[in-house]
């Protein structure tokens, strides 16, 4: 795991600095604290550091062919490599290294911008051609490793964060376009970013620049477009879904080095750590992060897991204090707005488990691919319904009854808004409006201008892959989240466990897997209210009981409390502020009412208020350039109580 950077001037003749390309390097030296390097040459330059994971004592980058016409900067593992390998020597390549760089480097070689088809592993890296004066950047499948771009003052930057394009002298600036998506989704789908002029390379993409033919990016690998019709029975399905799964994990256990687990005590880590216990020869290093909330706790089901997989368990506790003491220093590690308050917890397990391993295993996909979520089987049960009132209720009676909704006490009109009595009808109602954080009718309040809501619709994205996918709305749901919510997940997973230099791998996201799950029909993934239901299944046995019926938690974090307690004073500061308000994008008298509302217990506004508190804290580190120490200063203090790692040897499990 590791971080690239580099500049391609569109000039021929130019030169590049060898100051700014270090000055890139440098500020991702977390993501790789083992080696750094260097490569300069006319037009084009090229930085890495490195996290050493396989063949310690080689490997360095960037790369150069033999015949140094090639110039590789890589970050990812592939898993196949020593497969790949093999192949490769068949067709005439020889190698100096035992790692798998250097199998990226000769794939290209042979196989040129069809390598990445041969590749079976998280990647993002960066090919200079010398001979074609070809840039090439490839990204995976799923979008496990990030990689972002800009075209600005006469040339081509790329890196693994965005602070590294901006250490190049891009000079940041808010796409304030993006504004309304971010306020609905609390990210941004799509090749777009929340700085003017910055790109996402989109997952399963690759991009190609050169001075004859431009800048060019295409697709080359999407999710099955058709589902399976086999007609085999649960039990079938779900013993050969057990040895796919058995056989993905396996692959991932690649490594000159240690591995743990993340455990949370749900199903989808306690299941890959009773198939991961047999495969390694010592005890599973895992690592849970609790609350002292009991409501948002999941300890006790960690321990329980650890328990029944026989692992060393280490845990770690994340006060109030902690929380929001790491706030500033993790948005500037995210470069944008922290989407999902469980960044933070992550950051600490993250922190917590590299004090023991460099790599961990993760759970992360396995809740888009076998519908886990709740607003699912919502979802489903809305449309059902939803098509039934709309065929028999006139419309002028449907109407009514939504006014009457919106004026009724506060605990009926927070169901009834989510049902199919209180959205309109079709899935951008009932799925995308319904599960959003401010709708779109709430937005037309919240902006000054409300006009951008027609600018850029919110729902752009996610829509257009549920209208393409294949299957009915649960499958497309699936496919719609798996390219949307599931790459902003995969960020946050990056970005925080690379914030403490570990390495993070998600079996469940192996490409081979995840196209025989995508194309397997929905009605084995969700049974009546049953989430999860194949997949349950394939882990009977393996995984405790009590761990197979609970019902999922999704790493909950008490902020709606915190923020009505000593941390509401952040929202003075941050939200309410005449330097907060006076940015533009939103009336200030609805901010007020969701701040004043939400103090007084009557409307939960947790989620709005946290992405409003996180946009000006990014606007103040990035636009305004305020230092992450600065804005430290305005956290509430209060005595700070140790929070140490404990060891917890196997407790006994009441199952």
């Not at 001037?9 to 080696?35: K, N, T």
């Not at 697709?219 to 879904?241: C, F, G, V």
């Not at 994205?461 to 798996?482: C, H, K, N």
């Not at 079996?507 to 969700?526: G, I, N, S, T």
Request: charged share 25%; glycine share 8%; proline share 5%.
């Amino acid at each position: 795991m590791c971080a690239i950077v580099g500049i391609v001037a569109f000039d021929s003749q130019a030169r590049i600095d060898e100051g700014r390309l270090r000055r890139m390097r440098d500020v991702l030296a977390h993501r790789g604290p083992d080696e750094k390097g260097l490569y300069a040459s006319g037009n084009m330059g090229f930085g890495h550091r490195r996290l050493s994971i396989i063949d310690l004592q080689h490997g360095q980058q960037p790369m150069l062919s033999a015949d140094r016409s090639l110039c590789l900067t890589y970050n990812g593992e592939i898993y196949n490599y020593h497969e790949l390998r093999t192949k490769l020597m068949a067709r005439g390549c020889s190698f100096n290294t035992h790692c798998d760089t250097e199998v990226v480097l000769k794939a290209y070689a042979v196989f040129g911008e069809d390598c990445v088809k041969h590749l079976r592993g998280m990647f993002a890296f960066a090919i200079w051609d010398a001979r074609r004066k070809q840039l090439f950047l490839a990204r995976d499948r799923l979008g496990i490793k990030p990689l972002y771009y800009s075209t600005q003052r006469g040339e081509l930057t790329f890196a693994s964060e965005i602070k590294a394009i901006l250490a190049a002298g891009v000079r940041p600036a808010m796409n304030s376009a993006v504004v309304p998506e971010l306020l609905a989704n609390r990210y941004v789908a799509g090749s777009q970013t929340l700085f003017n002029g910055i790109y996402k390379l989109l997952p399963g993409h690759v991009l190609t620049w050169s001075r004859a033919d431009g800048l060019k990016v295409r697709r080359y690998w999407h999710l099955p477009e058709t589902l399976s019709s086999a007609n085999i029975s649960m039990h079938d399905q779900s013993r050969k879904l057990r040895i796919r799964l058995e056989e993905a994990l396996r692959s991932h256990l690649i490594s000159d080095v240690p591995i743990g687990l993340f455990l949370s005590g749900g199903i989808d880590s306690t299941g890959l750590g009773a198939l991961m216990a047999p495969m390694v020869h010592e005890p599973i290093k895992t690592f849970s992060v609790g609350f002292r909330d009991t409501a948002a706790d999941e300890s006790r089901w960690a321990r329980i897991a650890a328990a029944a997989i026989g692992s060393e368990h280490y845990e770690t506790v994340v006060t109030p204090e902690r929380f929001f003491d790491a706030l500033p220093q993790l948005i500037w590690q995210e470069d944008e707005p922290i989407a999902f308050p469980s960044s933070i917890p992550l950051y600490y397990l993250s922190r917590l488990a590299a004090g023991h391993v460099k790599v961990v295993m993760s759970g992360e996909g396995a809740d888009e691919l076998f519908l886990g979520y709740n607003r699912y089987r919502v979802t489903a049960w809305n449309q059902r319904f939803s098509a039934a009132y709309t065929r028999s209720v006139p419309q002028g009676i449907r109407r009514a009854v939504q006014a009457r909704i919106a004026h009724m006490p506060a605990k009926a009109r927070r169901y009834l808004e989510r049902t199919f009595l209180g959205k309109a009808s079709g899935i951008r109602g009932l799925f995308f409006e319904n599960f959003s954080v401010f709708p779109t009718a709430m937005q037309a309040q919240a902006l000054r201008d409300p006009g951008a809501l027609f600018e850029h619709d919110p729902y752009a994205a996610g829509s257009g892959f549920y209208e393409t996918a294949p299957g009915g709305s649960l499958e497309r749901m699936s496919y719609a989240d798996m390219q949307t919510y599931l790459v902003e997940l995969l960020m946050k997973q990056d970005q925080m466990s690379m914030a403490a230099s570990l390495e993070s791998r998600v079996p469940f996201l192996d490409h081979q897997l995840v196209e025989y799950v995508a194309a397997m029909p929905a009605r084995y993934k969700l049974r009546g209210w049953t989430t999860k239901a194949v997949l349950r299944e394939a882990f009977e046995g393996k995984v405790p009981a009590a761990i197979l019926k609970r019902r999922k938690m999704g790493f909950p974090t008490p902020v709606a409390a915190w923020l009505r307690g000593p941390y509401s004073k952040l929202l003075d500061e941050y939200v309410l502020s005449e330097r907060a308000l006076s940015r533009g994008p939103f009336e200030p008298d609805f901010v007020r009412g969701l701040v004043r509302a939400h103090r007084a217990r009557e409307w939960n506004h947790d989620d709005r208020l946290w992405l409003l508190l996180n946009l000006e804290i990014w606007q103040r580190i990035f636009v305004d350039g305020e230092k992450q120490g600065a804005l430290l200063e305005t956290m509430p203090r209060r005595r700070r109580s140790k929070s140490p790692a404990l060891r917890l040897v196997r407790p006994a499990s009441p199952c």
